[in-house]
């Protein structure tokens, strides 16, 4: 019954911007920690950015420190990752996770705790 779907994934141009929105159903959103991942071609699966139940606090990964932005809209159980100044380097596959788990760094980069999986949004960036 729980459904996490994403959305807002595309082709855009080096430098350009994006904004994934991420909605859950199903489930108390209040209750989860909200994650984005994303995976490249024969790459593993890496973190990109994390927001705790309240939104007051967020994890960024070091690659994209200053140009992505997570935020959330209890509201709306919806979870947003604003992309700005992507590089080619960013093209992959984005999921959206829920988990259960209180938010902190290291959980943020812990694929295995987060229960709930969307079917990931594309994104792709030209050089």
């Known amino acids: 019954q729980v459904q996490v779907v994403e959305s807002g994934g595309g082709l855009v141009q080096a430098g350009g911007s994006l904004r994934l929105s991420c909605t859950a159903s199903?489930?108390?959103?209040?209750?989860?920690?909200m994650a984005w991942f994303r995976q490249a071609p024969g790459k593993e699966r890496e973190a990109v950015s994390c927001?705790?139940?309240?939104?007051?606090?967020?994890y960024h990964a070091d690659s994209v420190k200053g140009r992505f932005t997570i935020s959330r809209d209890n509201a709306k159980n919806t979870v947003y990752l604003q992309m700005n100044s992507l590089k080619p380097e960013d093209t992959a596959m984005y999921y959206c996770?829920?988990?259960?788990?209180?938010?902190?760094?290291?959980?943020?980069?812990?694929?295995?705790?987060?229960?709930?999986w969307g079917q990931g949004t594309q994104v792709t960036v030209s050089a």
């Open positions: 996770a829920a988990s259960r788990v209180d938010s902190t760094a290291t959980l943020c980069q812990m694929d295995n705790r987060f229960r709930y």
């Open positions: 199903g489930l108390t959103f209040l209750d989860y920690t």
């Open positions: 927001i705790n139940w309240s939104g007051g606090r967020t």
